[in-house]
């Protein structure tokens, strides 16, 4: 299982960026697939999740509005467009997966996933 995050970069406060969260080993359609994010000093904090079985989507109270979770199934990927982002923001991020899917009431949990690519930067100023 491989899953490579990709998109991040530089951008300033009120910006956009589109993290691509691309897989082989698994179809992200059988899988419960998370956005996950930590910032230095900080615990890795759950950001969204999606469920393309269960028809399911979350959010994080802190980007609820201003992030969207998306996939393709044709490219066997996840995105995530940010969007009106903020110096808070500014994180590694994560898209981690697991099989079949997380229960609702723990898809911010790390714990409940089993694979995990390397992350992408996402750095906004101020």
């Known amino acids: 299982v491989q899953l490579v995050e990709s998109g991040g970069g530089l951008v300033q406060a009120g910006g956009s960026l589109r993290l691509s969260c691309e897989a082989s080993?698994?179809?992200?359609?059988?899988?419960?697939i998370g956005w996950f994010r930590q910032a230095p000093g900080k615990e890795r904090e759950g950001v969204s999740y999606i469920s393309l079985r269960d028809g399911i989507t979350h959010y994080a109270d802190s980007v609820q509005g201003r992030f969207t979770v998306s996939a393709d199934t044709a490219e066997n990927a996840v995105y995530l467009q940010l969007n009106s982002l903020k110096p808070e923001d500014t994180a590694v991020y994560y898209c981690?997966?697991?099989?079949?899917?997380?229960?609702?009431?723990?898809?911010?949990?790390?714990?409940?996933?089993?694979?995990w690519g390397q992350g992408t930067q996402v750095t906004v100023s101020s």
């Open positions: 981690p997966a697991e099989f079949p899917f997380v229960p609702s009431k723990v898809w911010a949990h790390p714990t409940e996933y089993d694979y």
């Open positions: 080993g698994i179809i992200v359609a059988e899988y419960g």
